[in-house]
């Protein structure tokens, strides 16, 4: 449920102040740092429980995928996806404490290890990278969409990760966000960004064959 009420004011916020988020982007980038490293020094205070649990990094990352189901020219859609990058940077920095403890708790002082949870984290790594780059090249975007595709991956990690980990009523609700999620990106992917993707690919192999001649 922390999740949910996470996932409702930051896709809120990403819908009415996308103009601000995107104006001061670096302060909040600066100021999500400060507040993960504090969580990690202060692990046991209440407050830091839905950072190092992971609640607040994922809500982020949820508004991120979910983002790209939505039709491009809906304006939840525009505004949503003026931050995408920016809740993608925040969210990994805000998961970091949780990847931290969760390695520490399950690996190093139990001998278990998540095998799931880890490459999770390992396949946000470039696209957090990615994320900081603004891109006019055209050759370079579609290397960066291409990418980017790994976030599909990405995701599919995060829901069996926290399948696994949840227990009731906590594994319902993640199987009732992910699975509108898993049954309609296909279908979105090959309708939209597919032919998206393929468009870019012409006009650049075009350009190459002008710059040949």
Known sequence: MISILFIILIG?????????????????????????????????????????????????FYVVMITGIFNRESQIYKHLYSVRSI?????????????????????????????????????????????????DNPEIMFKWKKLQRFAYLAYLLIFIHLVLVSIMPNTLIYIVLFTPYFLYKPYHFFKHEKPYLMAMKKNLEQKFKKGDQ
């Open 12 to 60: 809120l916020a990403g819908y009415f102040l996308s103009d601000k988020i995107e104006k001061y982007k670096y302060l909040q980038y600066g100021v999500f740092t400060i507040i993960g490293v504090l969580s990690v020094i202060f692990r046991n205070v209440s407050v830091s429980i839905p950072i190092n649990q992971g609640f607040l990094g994922f809500a982020f």
């Open 87 to 135: 809740y993608s940077i925040i969210g990994f920095i805000i998961l970091t404490p949780h990847a931290i403890f969760y390695f520490i708790d399950k690996f190093v002082n139990n001998g278990l290890f998540d095998i799931i949870g880890l490459l999770a984290y390992l396949v946000m790594i470039p696209l957090f990278i990615t994320s900081f780059k603004k891109v």
